[in-house]
């Protein structure tokens, strides 16, 4: 029967009749993270835009690797001739480019851990080299110990300063080669810790710890142990969380009530609806994150990945970060957090999704915690 003119087709069912990729990983969506811009200021990282595929997993590890193993052979040189300060530039350079190739690999890829092991061998030079801003530490968590970096604040001496704890997400590297978000935080008076957990870099391929739905499980052990520290006012506690963490920071702050503030870009409220369902070719890594068998079990256990009768258990500041246009995370979900959150004071902010981050959001997180935390 042919269908009226002035009828359109409800938006759901035209996604079935264009989009049905049957068949096909992912539903045929392309994984739309696996790009490098050309208008980059590097030009290392401009060559591996020339010279890689778009969207093509295999092409992106060849050439991220290539740039890689080209400044670590720079490194290497310089260090020979005793330039270490230099040296210690290349071999970041080389952790970040092996950080690159490695973060989208699938979890059954060989070349996943053989990158793995490279980033951990040049960001361990790296700092071999000079002093490191931050000091290793090991988190108990329910019998295993979870790597983390934790970033003193700078100051005098015998001060408790406040301190804001980075949740990752479902691409979560504890290690990287160039400054992160760290030094803002330091430089703001604050402390910051990052840790690898469950789920996350090293502890999810080396220690086969899968990230839980109770993500403030993890919270808990981490704040055990910033409490203990001299340094770190366990009365100004933040989180912060990104991507998928835009769900296990706010979960955390249901429960664990000494967090103080949350902010999140990506925020989101029922990760099957959010992500699963939204982003078809993510599901293979959530699956191999949760340690499901497959992906009927991940949309099982994913399922209880969600704040739906329990978004008003946050109580302390909440501020919301989501990208109006994010083709990874459904926006929507940040707003159903926000409106749901009913006992938090609480904040949207567009521009710190997925997608094009604008500096002066970034800054305004950093600036909001500094408010929120009294640095």
Not at 47 to 68: F, G, L, Q
Not at 76 to 97: K, N, P, S
Not at 145 to 154: K, V
Not at 299 to 314: P, Q, S
């Amino acid at each position: 029967m042919q269908e009226s003119p002035d009828k359109p087709l409800a938006n759901d069912e035209l996604e079935k009749r264009l989009f049905p990729g049957l068949g096909l990983p992912g539903g045929g969506q392309l994984d739309v993270r696996v790009e490098v811009s050309p208008l980059h200021p590097d030009p290392d990282v401009r060559e591996v835009a020339r010279r890689c595929k778009p969207y093509n997993i295999d092409s992106w590890h060849t050439e991220w690797t290539r740039m890689a193993e080209k400044n670590e052979a720079l490194a290497a040189g310089f260090e020979d001739e005793g330039r270490h300060v230099t040296a210690h530039d290349f071999y970041r350079r080389a952790a970040e480019f092996h950080r690159r190739a490695l973060v989208y690999m699938p979890e059954a890829d060989p070349r996943m851990m053989q990158s793995h092991f490279k980033l951990k061998e040049t960001f361990d030079k790296a700092w071999s080299l000079v002093t490191p801003p931050f000091e290793r530490v090991e988190i108990p968590y329910e019998g295993h110990l979870l790597d983390a970096l934790f970033y003193p604040a700078r100051g005098k001496a015998g001060t408790r300063f406040p301190v804001v704890y980075n949740y990752g997400g479902a691409d979560g590297i504890l290690l990287r080669g160039l400054e992160g978000d760290a030094a803002q935080y330091v430089r703001r008076g604050m402390c910051f810790i990052d840790v690898d957990g469950p789920g996350h870099g090293a502890t999810l391929r080396e220690k086969k710890l899968y990230a839980p739905p109770d993500s403030e499980r993890v919270a808990k052990a981490v704040i055990d142990y910033l409490v203990t520290r001299p340094d770190v006012d366990p009365d100004r506690i933040g989180l912060h969380g990104s991507s998928m963490g835009g769900y296990s920071g706010p979960r955390c702050a249901t429960e664990e009530k000494r967090i103080k503030a949350v902010a999140v870009w990506s925020g989101a409220y029922n990760l099957m609806a959010d992500i699963f369902d939204f982003y078809p070719p993510i599901q293979e890594r959530l699956r191999w994150l949760m340690g499901a068998k497959d992906l009927a079990d991940a949309r099982e256990r994913i399922k209880e990945f969600t704040l739906v009768g329990r978004a008003h258990k946050i109580e302390c500041p909440l501020l919301v970060g989501y990208n109006h246009d994010d083709r990874v995370m459904d926006p929507r979900g940040a707003v159903r957090l926000y409106e749901n959150a009913v006992n938090a004071p609480r904040e949207l902010l567009d521009g710190v999704g997925h997608g094009e981050k604008r500096f002066d959001r970034r800054t305004f997180i950093v600036d909001w915690f500094a408010r929120q935390l009294g640095a």
